[in-house]
């Protein structure tokens, strides 16, 4: 609330640019056009825009099984009876789960990380929701762990940590591919993909 | 309000994703990032957030004088004392005022059009602040009009409109210079720059 009060009785344009200014990817100009932009769009717009980011807040929680964001405790995945609860995927964040559902290959449930780990920012294992996944392993029946963190430093040490985790429980434990994308050109692949993707080959 | 109405059923993530992505150099997936970002990142933010852009709305209106966009009105400039109110230097938009008022140069007032013509999109004549200019000439005693639009087609026409306009006033009509930028290489600038740096040419 002291920020609050501290933006009352300074510019407002100049307050807004700053708040503007910290989300992600929003710079010094961006913020000011986009302030410029709301004065020049009419009250209606900034009134909802204002109203729309107070619900968001409002009324998005996290879901008390699987962690993933939503309106009604449990969410709409975790409720679907379509859906398999035995295999559960582990992402880091929302949007991977989003990205995960756009392919409608997926019909198992999820767990959402909130974050992977990184210990010289103190991301920490207990930073993470890797309790609420332990817990769900001991009480619900779950056959399969596919771990999907990101193929990053961070994403595959986290998967990792988890793999040995899991070994105390009797679950299958499995890591998505990491290879050359669909489409990609082996000529213009990083090192570190290439290399990935000899290492995961298949018999066909 | 029939527009925060329908949001109040939306889901709130889709929905102030929609809204965010309607400023200016936002589009669909970096709206996504600021939405979860405003989720991650507490609730005070958001709010704050929220109160800044209701503020800014609420409390910026236009200076009766020169149309600047001010939370007193007559604005700052207008009322300074130490300005010379015979200059005024037309130009755009507020922005485009800053940008002036950055170079510590100019000690005159302005007068802010918001907008410039562009009959095409229907940006005529008398959506811009030109008949507050008129009236302006009129009542106070103004010796010089500084046309700062921009040197692009839309503010070379509004200038010359203005300057067609501007006859019928006892008023001496000046337009900034348009040229090759400081620190600029010959090699590099385009065309147009080049030729109207050549038009423009002065003795030395």
């Known amino acids: 609330m002291r920020e609050a009060k501290e933006a009352a009785s300074r510019d407002p344009i100049r307050n807004l640019i700053d708040l503007m200014a910290r989300l992600p990817g929003v710079g010094e100009k961006s913020a000011t056009r986009m302030a410029f932009a709301l004065l020049g769009n009419g009250k209606e717009y900034a009134y909802t825009l204002a109203d729309g980011i107070r ?76 309790q609420d996944l332990l817990e769900r392993l001991e009480k619900e029946d779950i056959q399969e762990v596919i771990l999907a963190t990101n193929p990053t430093v961070e994403g595959d040490s986290t998967a990792l940590y988890l793999r040995n985790v899991l070994r105390d429980f009797p679950v299958r434990v499995t890591r998505i591919a990491s290879g050359v994308p669909m489409g990609g050109d082996l000529e213009y692949i990083d090192r570190a993909t290439l290399s990935r993707a000899l290492q995961g080959r298949r018999e066909l």
């Open 55 to 130: 619900q968001l807040v409002d009324r998005i929680q996290l879901c008390s099984r699987c962690c993933n964001l939503t309106e009604e405790d449990p969410c709409s995945i975790c409720c679907d009876p379509d859906r398999d609860p035995a295999i559960v995927c582990v992402i880091e964040n929302v949007p991977d789960l989003l990205a995960i559902e756009r392919t409608h290959e997926y019909r198992g449930i999820y767990h959402v990380l909130h974050g992977a780990l990184a210990p010289l920012e103190g991301i920490t294992p207990d930073k993470l929701r890797i």
